[in-house]
């Protein structure tokens, strides 16, 4: 059973340039969470996709986007980057219709802007 | 404005002695609590979890314990073992906003044999 999956596992990148990263979520999911995790610090959550739509948002400014695709998995777009925007994002899937079903979580994009 | 407080960054605890990982929220609108665990070059793994509804939640070695009064949590490890050395992410979140999860900062555990 295969889990959250998330590619590319690390990217460099230059300021100013676009990224998109990309995450399927484990089997029988149908939300897909993201999340950015600086150094040292928790996760903080950016958006949730459910239904292809965009659910709930955090405190992220435009320049982060997502889509969610019919075979739920999920893209995160960030544009204009900037240095800092480097960090480890993180993308979740969990049930949609259970209230407070756990998130399973993938391992990770390791993003670096240069 | 940091609503989820892990204020130990780091403990250190001998095998097969019990482990207490906390923390403190600030946000009542909070009504679920989770555990997570993370290894390096891994995503975090969910441990456990607890409505506001109770005060006390038991699976295996792991206890999560609530106190909404003192907007306080905690993690009961018992007995600890070397392979619970990870850094401990406690995070919460509002009546049916499951997927937004507030995160502490962790607590970096390390189980020495």
């Known amino acids: 059973d295969a889990g959250v999956t998330q590619s590319p596992t690390h990217l460099i990148k230059t300021r100013g340039q676009q990224v998109t990263l990309r995450c399927s979520p484990k089997s029988g999911h149908d939300t897909v969470s993201w999340y950015q995790q600086a150094l040292g610090q928790g996760p903080q959550f950016i958006f949730q996709y459910y239904e292809e739509e965009e659910r709930q948002r955090g405190n992220f400014p435009d320049r982060f986007s997502g889509h969610q695709f019919p075979n739920y998995s999920s893209e995160l777009n960030v544009n204009a980057l900037l240095l800092g925007d480097s960090a480890l994002y993180l993308c979740?899937?969990?049930?949609?219709?259970?209230?407070?079903?756990?998130?399973?979580f993938g391992n990770g994009t390791r993003l670096t802007v240069t | 404005d940091q609503q989820v407080k892990q204020n130990s960054p780091s403990l250190s605890v001998q095998e097969g002695r019990i482990s207490i990982l906390n923390c403190d929220y600030t946000n009542s609108m909070f009504d679920y609590f989770l555990w997570y665990k993370k290894y390096p070059a891994e995503g975090p793994t969910f441990l456990i979890s607890i409505s506001s509804i109770k005060d006390k939640n038991e699976d295996g070695r792991f206890t999560v314990f609530l106190n909404k009064s003192a907007k306080h949590l905690s993690l009961h490890i018992v007995p600890s073992q070397p392979g619970d050395s990870a850094v401990y992410f406690c995070a919460a979140s509002e009546y049916n906003q499951g997927g937004k999860l507030i995160f502490g900062q962790g607590t970096e555990l390390s189980v020495k044999p």
């Open positions: 979740a899937s969990s049930l949609g219709q259970l209230v407070n079903s756990p998130l399973h």
